[in-house]
């Protein structure tokens, strides 16, 4: 059985609230019992954080090497400032799907740049909460291939 780390950043505690044009309006929890389904269905499990601090996310990646066999993240607005992030992200050797419920490239230009990115095995953006689905059927489809532990 596999488990897969689901890390969301700055303010995503406030879906379904936060501006609903943009974000919609589900909840975290909604985007988390979703997740959780799908993988428990398949067999695997599910670890969700959330934090509006950096350093606590970068001691949650830190914590998943040899724990989780891959990591689902929405790093909000710090996938445009995180060199921190970043590094603590290449210093792992688990493979990450970076999550982006809009479409960051059809918004300001400062969204338009992940500095995660290039060290990332995806980018999934714009496709609303379906973007943190398609991350774990990623994943999935990685240990059905045999290509991962999950």
């Known amino acids: 059985m596999g488990n897969i780390l689901l890390l969301n950043g700055p303010n995503l505690n406030r879906l379904g609230k936060r501006e609903p044009d943009v974000y919609g309006h589900e909840t975290l929890e909604d985007v988390v019992k979703s997740v959780e389904e799908t993988l428990n269905r398949a067999g695997h499990s599910l670890t969700a954080h959330q934090s509006n601090h950096e350093g606590q996310l970068i001691e949650w990646i830190h914590?998943?090497?040899?724990?989780?066999?891959?990591?689902?993240?929405?790093?909000?607005?710090?996938?445009?400032?995180?060199?921190?992030l970043r590094d603590a992200i290449s210093s792992i050797n688990i493979p990450v799907v970076e999550v982006h419920i809009s479409n960051v490239h059809a918004r300001e230009e400062f969204r338009h740049t992940s500095i995660l990115a290039p060290v990332c095995a995806g980018q999934i953006v714009g496709l609303g909460i379906k973007g943190y689905q398609l991350a774990a059927a990623y994943f999935l489809q990685l240990s059905a291939e045999g290509r991962g532990k999950v």
């Open 63 to 84: 914590e998943a090497e040899g724990v989780v066999d891959g990591i689902i993240f929405n790093p909000g607005a710090y996938t445009h400032t995180s060199i921190a």
